[in-house]
């Protein structure tokens, strides 16, 4: 019966670090590393049965490896501070302790908030190693989109995560201009690059992938949109690198 240590990260989440912490009840210790909230967050947090942490924030991939190290059990459940497990995961997760591991790392289905609405079950779920041993596993350094990587086995378990990532349109563009200057420069320092065909045909690809294949019509107008915004980012992100690419070629010459 493996002892869990549950993580979160945070930063100016008082609308949801209540309901994150009320979910990993079954957590053996919950650690939360926040990067100097100025709202009501730290308030929370200190009515919670939880260890609290500070640090500045080092970038997306350190802060969760920084809250990693701070646990003193090897299995680690990784929660962001806008998300919270269902209770029917919670009780998967609970059956999960009772027994020894067969695997080293375990995805969970995330269920994402579609600026008004949960999107419908039919829509296609992304998955993410969310329980995993530290022993043999890490955060992988990228800009953005970091993600656990492990040595070991990996499995699922269908404990679904529920996530407030994007509340508005306005949360949705403010995360497009962000996100896709750091994917543009990741892809950049990994000497990536981007010719004209993909700058054109890609984002026509992409709202295909995501309306279709991915299935957010089910979500409605809210699904339109969101493939919409979802494929702008896609366009920004290549424009960027592309833009990189070329201020590059410029300095070189100078």
């Known amino acids: 019966m493996p002892k869990l240590s549950a993580v979160i990260t945070?930063?100016?989440?008082?609308?949801t670090i209540r309901k994150c912490v009320d979910s990993l009840s079954f957590a053996d210790e919950i650690i939360v590393l926040d990067s100097f909230s100025n709202d009501k967050t730290l308030k929370i947090l200190n009515q919670l049965p939880c260890s609290i942490h500070q640090q500045k924030f080092k970038g997306f991939w350190k802060q969760k490896?920084?809250?990693?190290?701070?646990?003193?059990?090897?299995w680690i459940i990784l929660l962001d501070s806008d998300e919270y497990l269902?209770?029917?995961?919670q009780t998967k997760i609970r059956q999960w302790k009772k027994s020894t591991p067969q695997f080293s790392a375990y995805q969970l289905p995330r269920r994402e908030w579609v600026f008004w609405q949960w999107s419908h079950p039919l829509v296609h779920q992304n998955k993410f190693v969310r329980l995993f041993d530290k022993r043999v596993s890490y955060v992988s350094h990228d800009l953005v989109h970091e993600s656990i990587k492990t040595t070991g086995k990996v499995s699922s378990l269908d404990a679904t995560i529920m996530h407030y990532g994007e509340t508005s349109v306005e949360v949705k563009i403010e995360k497009i201009n962000k996100y896709a200057l750091l994917a543009a420069q990741q892809k950049h320092q990994q000497g990536k690059?981007?010719?004209?065909?993909?700058?054109?045909?890609?984002?026509?690809?992409?709202?295909?992938?995501q309306y279709l294949i991915r299935r957010q019509i089910f979500n409605g107008k809210a699904g339109f949109i969101n493939a919409k915004l979802n494929t702008r980012y896609a366009t920004m992100k290549y424009a960027k690198l592309y833009d990189l690419i070329h201020k590059g070629n410029r300095n070189k010459k100078t």
């Open 193 to 209: 690059t981007v010719g004209k065909i993909k700058l054109k045909l890609y984002p026509i690809w992409y709202f295909f992938r």
């Open 65 to 74: 490896q920084d809250a990693i190290n701070l646990c003193q059990y090897d």
């Open 10 to 15: 945070c930063f100016n989440n008082e609308d």
């Open 86 to 89: 269902t209770n029917q995961a």
